[in-house]
């Protein structure tokens, strides 16, 4: 066996034990983390989005002005 099938049976048997968890301190702290990182990755492809049209005129007037 080796070191990644034991890293995926370790994050399995924590996922177990979280999601059987009868504390809701630690359900409430897991979901908090979830969605904080969630929102995190939105905002990330948000502005990725917004900055790939402009990133895209740049190159291709840099590429007119340049090269022609």
């Known amino acids: ?5 034991m890293d995926e049976e ?4 924590y996922l177990i034990k979280i999601m059987t968890s009868k504390d809701p301190e ?3 702290e ?3 983390t979830s969605l904080t990182v969630v929102d995190h ?7 990725n989005l917004m900055i790939q049209p402009v ?3 740049a190159g291709f007037l840099t590429c007119y002005f340049l090269f022609l």
Do not use: A
């Open 1 to 5: 066996m080796n070191k990644k099938d």
């Open 55 to 57: 990133i895209f005129l």
């Open 30 to 32: 897991m979901l908090f």
């Open 10 to 13: 370790v994050k399995q048997e």
């Open 26 to 28: 630690v359900l409430r």
């Open 41 to 47: 990755l939105y905002r990330k492809v948000q502005i």
